[in-house]
């Protein structure tokens, strides 16, 4: 996986909220442009395992016993589940917005460690027009990216 990391790194952006209302909604306003303007694709991780239990494939079926006893997947099980998405090869495919996943700090190093790094965390404030996006480089402000 390094190997193919040095030669095609993915942009991966995560759009979280601070658990506000209107946090919530500017996390979808920023999503929806970062797909329609800026040819992001989605990947809703709970929609994914969804499918993936569904067909009943071999990952699906381990993910199973964790779901229906209600409790949450391994960090690799995730990132088995992702890191095909991502590298599938595909021309224009290499520009994702993660959606449910990574949530803690834990799956955040597994992620990545065993599939990419993330570009960016944008946090969706609740206060103005003002979001911050967390990078290698530091902060700065969503309103220069569009």
Known sequence: MKQIRSFVEPTIVQVRCTGTKTSEEVKKQIMSSLIT??????????????????RRTKLGKRMLPAQSN??????????????????SGHENRCKFLINGFPETTEQV?????????LSAIILASDKGNI?????????????SMF
């Open 37 to 54: 303007e800026h040819d992001f694709i989605e990947l809703n991780v709970a929609e994914l395992v969804r499918e993936e239990t569904q």
């Open 70 to 87: 209600g409790g949450s997947l391994s960090a690799e099980m995730y990132v088995h589940l992702l890191q095909p998405v991502i590298f």
């Open 109 to 117: 190093n597994a992620f990545e460690e065993h599939c990419c790094r």
């Open 131 to 143: 979001v911050d996006i967390k990078t290698e480089i530091g902060l700065f402000n969503i309103d």
